[in-house]
């Protein structure tokens, strides 16, 4: 039998169905994992008697003929979700001891479909990054390592490096990410899993630690496209709690997977081709539009004009979302303070303590892009930016039905590398930035090997609130690209 | 007559906008489900989004936009069908976000007008700039430790609204009849009650001056959070002759925000343009713009009451009543409703020299007294006067009867019976009371006789006295009369 942990959710759920094993097994086995792989530091705070007792009272519930659509399914949590009494660190050290008396929607409704929560995941700070090391408590190791020098430690991707780790890893089944430029996408990608940033709006953002309230957006991670239709389902929804939620019904997104995707258009943007784009990316991409061709649809090339400015745009919107949405973060009622002298004084000593240089640097940015002379030169020209980028992919909806596009430029990098210079390290994000900025779902999954043995992934980019398609194409790419590969150890 | 002020070099004027900043009456908090109630125990009433928690996200709260809309409408304001909330950005220990959500660029409510009164009757047109909605912040109370200061959030995350003058006013005066006329629509629309010293109204006076007849505009200073009508005109003529001073010195008037000191009568600097705040407002991400339909706002405006300025007119045409006492008597919709049921089917002008005369008079007489537990009721004041009409009883015994039911809480009729009070038409009575007056003063009664009519009115006073002034004064100065003529 294959080992628990190696389950996929939808297999688990039938095998608790069929009572070949209890969720308290289930739950046991990747606590098991968990403590032999507590290296890749992928869990900030692991919450096994939570996750226990979670799992008898899901057993229970079965019993009783009354299990959830995800009962009883172990899952990763993303510290950046405030969890309920459980310590919520965002990865920063400003968050010192914050215990929420609240739940997040997202995490409460998973809950409420009956899955048990492991802990919460390991991200890069107030997720900040693309490569978790930002984080307060620690770099998060790839479970991946590279054929030519398997000693040398990966980046697991960010700011859900954590999530996509213990994902890939075996120690959750599935986990929350968040995703404001590509934090779900690109850590799914460097780590050869599953992950889909829903449409803007189609998860509800309360209870979730902010980095730019018009880019942020929780989304699942798993091994699989259905696992993730799953877990999507359980996750999404109309909140009256967060006005930027979108009052518009949850379809069952794992209906969707019909496997038939005949006549269906597929944009594939010429401007995503940028020099310096790695072979091994480029076949992998060729691969995925021969995929889709053989199961029926249509490549069509497009373009996205704008694509080459959505980067800085990004880099203002986001920044000067994040320097306000963190001003909260001041000593004077929560987490971290250090004492001074006077009020600004204190203030300044606790965010200097608190704050990590990423983060600082961001806040920096958002502060003087904000700022009465450059507002209109950087804040009001990005936002004008913003939407042609957004009308570039309206303009490509009445052509195709869904884009394909890499997930990112390159495989997983090493710890360390990149490092030198942010922007270098921003460049990580450069095909995924332009969906979160337009609102739209994106979904990456594994396509393949670089040479080195490191997963690659393809993104997915669907029309608003179509995640259907999204998820029925990505089915099909699943299929044709028999991405059976496995980390070391699993 | 405009106002001067004269100087050393020439005569000034004054030039004037306000800033009143208005609490919502609202049960609850313009973006949070926490409750609005003044006075409870610090820290009491304040929601994890009101603290400034992490994850938390604002919703608006419709009955605060629906008040906002019903004052436009009271202002004969633009209202705008989409508005945005922007965040100003500041750190301070009581705005736990960090930024307070007002609105910057769209406003809800745009330009409108206020018809201030005047005390010599007349009327003169302010123009409103605009209505925004924003969050309050919280309060910090520094006296309670040598080195600390606490912090209370009760306040915070409560609807204000933010109503903006135009340049428009030129006195003392006219920026008190300002504030008085606006708190009295505010009162009347039950969008705020116009409480200053509960803070739920506070305003920030912007000055400056000019030569006389000039049309230029000089430098202005801001005077901050005044909380009272009176302060606000004090502090406004104290900064107009600062400003005239440093002008006729010489000197050049610094664009700056300052405060008035209550106790010693004046404004001082508290920071200037140089330390400023840049406050990087941009518009709110946690916030969709809001978007109102013409039909929410026709809803509101078939509900909008009767407001001061039409109630005066009204009470003009409707009960004969001047300019001034019109504007008395509506300028609180409590005083209006209780004159209008007083004067309701009576004479109007009786009904105005009652309300105004003894009424008010005892009304200001004690604290106790309000418009829910008034010294008499509208009920009892209209039948009083009903038996001053029909005769029961006269002018004079009314006052009588007046302070019997302002002690006794009684109705008239009932006071006129136990008193006995109804007043004497009883021809004999009245005949035989005078003939005992004449027949104890048989000497004055000479001296009348000789030509001293003066005496008359001694003789009115005397037969007064002796039926207890219940006599009917116009039957009794005319059976003395006759009865002189004998």
Request: negative net charge; hydrophobic residues 40%.
């Given at each position: 039998m294959t080992k628990l942990t190696n389950l996929t959710i939808a297999d688990a759920l039938d095998g608790l169905a069929k009572g070949e094993f209890s969720a308290v097994e289930l739950t046991q086995a990747h606590l098991d994992a968990m403590a032999t792989k507590r290296a890749l530091n992928a869990y900030i705070t692991e919450t096994p008697e939570l996750a226990l007792e979670e799992a008898k009272a899901s057993d229970a519930r079965r019993k009783a003929g009354k299990a959830g659509s995800l009962d009883g399914i172990p899952l990763g949590i993303k510290d950046l979700f405030c969890t309920k009494g459980v310590l919520t660190t965002a990865a920063s050290h400003i968050l010192d001891g914050f215990k929420p008396q609240y739940e997040s929607t997202v995490s409460q409704k998973l809950k409420d479909a009956g899955s048990v929560t492991l802990g919460k995941l390991n991200l890069d700070e107030f997720a900040m990054g693309s490569a978790n090391i930002t984080s307060y408590h620690g770099t998060v190791e790839n479970p991946w390592k590279a054929k030519a020098d398997p000693a040398k430690k990966l980046v697991p991707g960010g700011s859900s490096g954590g999530s996509a780790a213990a994902v890939a890893a075996r120690i959750a089944m599935g986990a929350t990410g968040t995703d404001t430029g590509g934090s779900i996408r690109q850590p799914a990608a460097f780590c050869g899993i599953t992950g889909i940033k829903p449409t803007y709006g189609r998860c509800s953002r309360w209870g979730i630690v902010a980095f730019a309230s018009s880019l942020d957006q929780a989304?699942?991670?798993?091994?699989?496209?259905?696992?993730?239709?799953?877990?999507?389902?359980?996750?999404?929804?109309?909140?009256?709690?967060?006005?930027?939620?979108?009052?518009?019904?949850?379809?069952?997104?794992?209906?969707?997977?019909?496997?038939?995707?005949?006549?269906?258009?597929?944009?594939?943007?010429?401007?995503?081709?940028?020099?310096?784009?790695?072979?091994?990316?480029?076949?992998?991409?060729?691969?995925?539009?021969?995929?889709?061709?053989?199961?029926?649809?249509?490549?069509?090339?497009?373009?996205?004009?704008?694509?080459?400015?959505?980067?800085?745009?990004?880099?203002?919107?986001?920044?000067?979302?994040?320097?306000?949405?963190?001003?909260?973060?001041?000593?004077?009622?929560?987490?971290?303070?250090?004492?001074?002298?006077?009020?600004?004084?204190?203030?300044?000593?606790?965010?200097?303590?608190?704050?990590?240089?990423?983060?600082?640097?961001?806040?920096?940015?958002?502060?003087?892009?904000?700022?009465?002379?450059?507002?209109?030169?950087?804040?009001?020209?990005?936002?004008?930016?913003?939407?042609?980028?957004?009308?570039?992919f309206a303009r490509a909806f009445e052509q195709v039905d869904v884009i394909l596009t890499p997930t990112a430029p390159s495989a997983a990098f090493g710890i360390g590398d990149n490092s030198d210079d942010p922007v270098t390290m921003w460049l990580n994000d450069v095909f995924t930035i332009p969906t979160s900025l337009a609102g739209l779902p994106g979904l990456s999954l594994p396509a393949g090997l670089s040479t080195d043995g490191l997963p690659l992934g393809l993104q997915l980019i669907g029309r608003p609130f179509d995640e259907e398609t999204v998820f029925k194409v990505a089915g099909v790419m699943e299929s044709a690209a028999q991405f059976t590969a496995l980390p070391e150890g699993v | 007559m405009a106002y001067l002020i004269q100087g050393e070099t020439c005569d000034w004027e004054i030039v004037i906008g306000l800033e009143v900043h208005a609490q919502v009456i609202s049960n609850s908090k313009l973006f949070s489900g926490a409750s609005t109630l003044f006075g409870g125990e610090p820290n009491s009433q304040v929601s994890f989004v009101d603290a400034g928690f992490p994850g938390m996200l604002p919703v608006i709260n419709e009955t605060c936009v629906e008040q906002a809309v019903r004052t436009g409408l009271g202002l004969k304001a633009q209202v705008n069908l989409t508005s945005v909330f922007a965040r100003k950005n500041y750190f301070y220990a009581d705005l736990p976000q960090g930024y307070q959500i007002s609105q910057y660029d769209?406003?809800?409510?745009?330009?409108?007008?206020?018809?201030?009164?005047?005390?010599?009757?007349?009327?003169?047109?302010?123009?409103?700039?605009?209505?925004?909605?924003?969050?309050?912040?919280?309060?910090?109370?520094?006296?309670?430790?040598?080195?600390?200061?606490?912090?209370?959030?009760?306040?915070?995350?409560?609807?204000?609204?933010?109503?903006?003058?135009?340049?428009?006013?030129s006195s003392p005066e006219e920026a008190g009849a300002y504030l008085t006329k606006l708190r009295s629509i505010l009162r009347y629309l039950g969008t705020c009650d116009g409480n200053m010293q509960e803070g739920s109204m506070r305003c920030d006076a912007n000055v400056s001056v000019r030569p006389k007849g000039s049309t230029e505009l000089r430098t202005r200073c801001e005077i901050k959070n005044v909380n009272s009508i009176r302060f606000v005109q004090q502090a406004i003529e104290y900064e107009a002759r600062r400003h005239i001073d440093v002008y006729e010195s010489g000197g050049d008037i610094k664009q700056e925000t300052r405060l008035f000191d209550s106790g010693k009568g004046e404004t001082r600097s508290m920071r200037s343009k140089e330390h400023a705040h840049d406050y990087r407002y941009f518009p709110d991400p946690d916030l969709l713009p809001l978007v109102i339909s013409q039909d929410f706002v026709d809803g509101i405006k078939a509900t909008l009451p009767e407001l001061p300025d039409e109630k005066k007119a009204r009470f003009m045409g409707e009960y004969g009543l001047n300019s001034y006492d019109a504007g008395v008597m509506v300028a609180e919709k409590d005083s209006a409703d209780f004159f209008e049921n007083v004067a309701k089917g009576r004479d109007g002008k009786t009904a105005a020299n009652w309300v105004m005369g003894d009424f008010f008079a005892t009304m200001n007489s004690d604290a106790k007294y309000t418009w829910t537990n008034p010294p008499v009721s509208a009920e009892n004041l209209g039948r009083m006067i009903d038996l001053i009409k029909d005769g029961t009883i006269s002018t004079r015994l009314a006052k009588d009867v007046f302070i019997f039911m302002v002690e006794e809480g009684k109705d008239p009729a009932t006071i006129v019976e136990e008193k006995g009070l109804k007043q004497v038409t009883d021809t004999g009575a009245i005949e035989k009371a005078i003939a005992d007056v004449f027949a104890a003063n048989p000497d004055k009664v000479a001296e009348v006789k000789a030509g001293k009519d003066k005496l008359m009115g001694w003789f009115v006073g005397q037969v007064m006295k002796a039926t207890q002034g219940k006599a009917n004064p116009g039957m009794l100065n005319e059976l003395i009369a006759k009865k002189f003529k004998e």
């Amino acid at each position: 039998m294959t080992k628990l942990t190696n389950l996929t959710i939808a297999d688990a759920l039938d095998g608790l169905a069929k009572g070949e094993f209890s969720a308290v097994e289930l739950t046991q086995a990747h606590l098991d994992a968990m403590a032999t792989k507590r290296a890749l530091n992928a869990y900030i705070t692991e919450t096994p008697e939570l996750a226990l007792e979670e799992a008898k009272a899901s057993d229970a519930r079965r019993k009783a003929g009354k299990a959830g659509s995800l009962d009883g399914i172990p899952l990763g949590i993303k510290d950046l979700f405030c969890t309920k009494g459980v310590l919520t660190t965002a990865a920063s050290h400003i968050l010192d001891g914050f215990k929420p008396q609240y739940e997040s929607t997202v995490s409460q409704k998973l809950k409420d479909a009956g899955s048990v929560t492991l802990g919460k995941l390991n991200l890069d700070e107030f997720a900040m990054g693309s490569a978790n090391i930002t984080s307060y408590h620690g770099t998060v190791e790839n479970p991946w390592k590279a054929k030519a020098d398997p000693a040398k430690k990966l980046v697991p991707g960010g700011s859900s490096g954590g999530s996509a780790a213990a994902v890939a890893a075996r120690i959750a089944m599935g986990a929350t990410g968040t995703d404001t430029g590509g934090s779900i996408r690109q850590p799914a990608a460097f780590c050869g899993i599953t992950g889909i940033k829903p449409t803007y709006g189609r998860c509800s953002r309360w209870g979730i630690v902010a980095f730019a309230s018009s880019l942020d957006q929780a989304g699942p991670m798993a091994r699989t496209v259905k696992d993730c239709a799953l877990m999507l389902n359980a996750m999404a929804g109309y909140d009256p709690k967060d006005s930027t939620s979108a009052p518009v019904a949850v379809p069952d997104f794992a209906k969707a997977l019909t496997g038939d995707i005949r006549g269906l258009k597929v944009g594939i943007p010429k401007e995503y081709r940028p020099d310096g784009l790695s072979d091994e990316v480029n076949k992998v991409w060729e691969k995925g539009i021969e995929w889709l061709k053989a199961a029926g649809a249509t490549p069509v090339e497009i373009s996205l004009p704008h694509t080459k400015y959505a980067l800085p745009t990004y880099y203002i919107v986001a920044p000067a979302e994040a320097s306000s949405n963190l001003a909260r973060y001041d000593g004077v009622r929560f987490g971290l303070r250090v004492e001074g002298k006077t009020l600004d004084d204190m203030y300044k000593k606790t965010r200097a303590a608190g704050f990590g240089a990423e983060v600082r640097r961001r806040i920096m940015i958002g502060t003087y892009v904000l700022s009465a002379g450059y507002y209109d030169a950087y804040y009001t020209k990005a936002q004008k930016v913003r939407r042609l980028i957004a009308d570039d992919f309206a303009r490509a909806f009445e052509q195709v039905d869904v884009i394909l596009t890499p997930t990112a430029p390159s495989a997983a990098f090493g710890i360390g590398d990149n490092s030198d210079d942010p922007v270098t390290m921003w460049l990580n994000d450069v095909f995924t930035i332009p969906t979160s900025l337009a609102g739209l779902p994106g979904l990456s999954l594994p396509a393949g090997l670089s040479t080195d043995g490191l997963p690659l992934g393809l993104q997915l980019i669907g029309r608003p609130f179509d995640e259907e398609t999204v998820f029925k194409v990505a089915g099909v790419m699943e299929s044709a690209a028999q991405f059976t590969a496995l980390p070391e150890g699993v | 007559m405009a106002y001067l002020i004269q100087g050393e070099t020439c005569d000034w004027e004054i030039v004037i906008g306000l800033e009143v900043h208005a609490q919502v009456i609202s049960n609850s908090k313009l973006f949070s489900g926490a409750s609005t109630l003044f006075g409870g125990e610090p820290n009491s009433q304040v929601s994890f989004v009101d603290a400034g928690f992490p994850g938390m996200l604002p919703v608006i709260n419709e009955t605060c936009v629906e008040q906002a809309v019903r004052t436009g409408l009271g202002l004969k304001a633009q209202v705008n069908l989409t508005s945005v909330f922007a965040r100003k950005n500041y750190f301070y220990a009581d705005l736990p976000q960090g930024y307070q959500i007002s609105q910057y660029d769209l406003p809800i409510i745009g330009e409108g007008t206020l018809l201030i009164d005047l005390p010599d009757g007349t009327t003169k047109p302010v123009g409103i700039e605009r209505l925004h909605l924003e969050q309050d912040a919280g309060k910090s109370i520094h006296d309670q430790h040598p080195s600390k200061s606490f912090i209370d959030l009760n306040r915070s995350g409560v609807a204000l609204m933010e109503i903006v003058s135009k340049p428009d006013m030129s006195s003392p005066e006219e920026a008190g009849a300002y504030l008085t006329k606006l708190r009295s629509i505010l009162r009347y629309l039950g969008t705020c009650d116009g409480n200053m010293q509960e803070g739920s109204m506070r305003c920030d006076a912007n000055v400056s001056v000019r030569p006389k007849g000039s049309t230029e505009l000089r430098t202005r200073c801001e005077i901050k959070n005044v909380n009272s009508i009176r302060f606000v005109q004090q502090a406004i003529e104290y900064e107009a002759r600062r400003h005239i001073d440093v002008y006729e010195s010489g000197g050049d008037i610094k664009q700056e925000t300052r405060l008035f000191d209550s106790g010693k009568g004046e404004t001082r600097s508290m920071r200037s343009k140089e330390h400023a705040h840049d406050y990087r407002y941009f518009p709110d991400p946690d916030l969709l713009p809001l978007v109102i339909s013409q039909d929410f706002v026709d809803g509101i405006k078939a509900t909008l009451p009767e407001l001061p300025d039409e109630k005066k007119a009204r009470f003009m045409g409707e009960y004969g009543l001047n300019s001034y006492d019109a504007g008395v008597m509506v300028a609180e919709k409590d005083s209006a409703d209780f004159f209008e049921n007083v004067a309701k089917g009576r004479d109007g002008k009786t009904a105005a020299n009652w309300v105004m005369g003894d009424f008010f008079a005892t009304m200001n007489s004690d604290a106790k007294y309000t418009w829910t537990n008034p010294p008499v009721s509208a009920e009892n004041l209209g039948r009083m006067i009903d038996l001053i009409k029909d005769g029961t009883i006269s002018t004079r015994l009314a006052k009588d009867v007046f302070i019997f039911m302002v002690e006794e809480g009684k109705d008239p009729a009932t006071i006129v019976e136990e008193k006995g009070l109804k007043q004497v038409t009883d021809t004999g009575a009245i005949e035989k009371a005078i003939a005992d007056v004449f027949a104890a003063n048989p000497d004055k009664v000479a001296e009348v006789k000789a030509g001293k009519d003066k005496l008359m009115g001694w003789f009115v006073g005397q037969v007064m006295k002796a039926t207890q002034g219940k006599a009917n004064p116009g039957m009794l100065n005319e059976l003395i009369a006759k009865k002189f003529k004998e």
